[in-house]
Nanobody
């Protein structure tokens, strides 16, 4: 079992930046690939970014490439999503997820956090 807790969401103006964190506890953090999804009101949950257990492989949705960066600190059992050049369409609830392989994360992982709200004003 893996417990995930997100933090760092908030209200920011368009063009601004935020960094989300996902703190993990439970089974060994380093054995899990991790990722971020988001869900806007009235829309389905969508993949944002994923990272392998080692941090050596990352994947991004086309909509965030070049603006968002996913990373992890296996000593601190924490994953991050650095978001720059935020747009109003990035407004959503952001969820952290984990699974044994990155491809499983991209498809929607096994473990989920409760989410954190990101609101980008125009």
């Amino acid at each position: 079992q893996v417990q995930l807790v997100e933090s760092g969401g908030g209200l920011v103006q368009a063009g601004g930046s935020l960094r989300l964190s996902c703190a993990a506890s439970g089974r060994t953090f380093t054995t899990y690939a991790m990722g971020w999804f988001r869900q806007a009101p009235g829309k389905e949950r969508e993949f944002v970014a994923g990272i392998s257990w080692s941090g050596g492989t990352t994947e991004y949705a086309d909509s965030v490439k070049g603006r968002f960066t996913i990373s992890r600190d296996n000593f601190e059992n924490t994953m991050y999503l650095q978001m720059h050049s935020l747009k109003p369409e990035d407004t959503a609830f952001y969820y952290c997820t984990a699974d044994t392989e990155l491809r499983r994360v991209v498809g929607g992982g096994r473990y989920w956090g409760q989410g954190t709200q990101v609101t980008v004003s125009s």
